[in-house]
């Protein structure tokens, strides 16, 4: 990995392969080297001659790790991958996102819509567009900043949090993180969502309860498909080679 200073913060990020690039966001408590290189993604690209951008988002991977809420918002977020894109001279580069960096993908597009192609959001379906009052509470930041996992709340926030250790993460980074977002990012809704005119892809699996219908979201977008999945949760998708398969035919434009 590389290291990009960006406003006094180190974003780190690989680059690899030649050809039509493409910049690949991980999800929470994740990385590049977890998403992307240990699920066959970065091999898969390189050899579908593709030009492999992958960023570690900040409190993530080999990134810098502030333990402060403020440094961490979808904003900034976006920003980062926009200023490793321009490092680069990337030109027109799609753009694919899990989870948190699906969302990340949407908050770039929204910013800078030109300077990309084609977006694909994998992970996510239309529970983005849930308020945030209504969702269920994952205490991400409690499970995180708790002293060991089985004193974390039961549920999805203990797996992120067993999940964050097994990758060697930075607990309390990730609770800021977790914190900051909660805090510093204002919540999608079907008006944001549909003013992004990219082609877009949305998928997720079919037992992914976090995503939702990524059909269903897909129709909020001018220009998108959508596809759930089967037998595909949210922890593994990334794994199944139904989604990598469907995303590949996206990317190399079979119709679908």
């Not at 607990?171 to 008006?191: D, F, I, P, V």
């Not at 922890?235 to 989604?243: A, E, F, H, S």
Request: net charge negative; glycine share 8%; aromatic share 6%.
């Amino acid at each position: 990995m590389q290291q990009l200073p960006i406003d006094g913060r180190n974003i780190a990020y690989s680059d690899q392969g030649q050809g039509d690039a493409i910049v690949l966001v991980h999800g929470f408590a994740a990385s590049t080297r977890e998403n992307w290189d240990r699920a066959g993604w970065l091999q898969m690209l390189v050899r579908a001659n593709r030009r492999v951008v992958a960023v570690d988002l900040l409190g993530h991977g080999e990134s810098g790790r502030p333990h402060d809420a403020s440094a961490y918002s979808l904003d900034g977020f976006a920003q980062d991958v926009l200023a490793v894109t321009e490092h680069l001279q990337l030109k027109k580069p799609d753009l694919l996102g899990f989870s948190l960096g699906a969302r990340v993908v949407l908050r770039v597009l929204e910013q800078r819509p030109e300077r990309f192609l084609l977006g694909v959001l994998c992970g996510v379906g239309d529970a983005l567009l849930t308020p945030r009052s209504e969702r269920e509470t994952i205490a991400l930041a409690d499970a995180l900043s708790a002293r060991t996992a089985e004193e974390a709340p039961e549920g999805l926030a203990r797996q992120f949090r067993l999940f964050a250790e097994t990758q060697q993460q930075d607990l309390q980074a990730l609770a800021a993180c977790a914190r900051g977002l909660n805090q510093n990012s204002a919540e999608w809704t079907r008006e944001r969502v549909s003013a992004i005119k990219n082609e877009m892809f949305v998928v997720a699996g079919t037992s992914d309860e976090l995503a939702g219908s990524a059909p269903r979201l897909a129709q909020c977008f001018p220009n998108a498909k959508g596809k759930q999945i089967p037998g595909c949760g949210h922890m593994d998708c990334l794994t199944q080679p139904m989604l990598k398969a469907a995303v590949m035919d996206f990317l190399a434009g079979v119709p679908g």
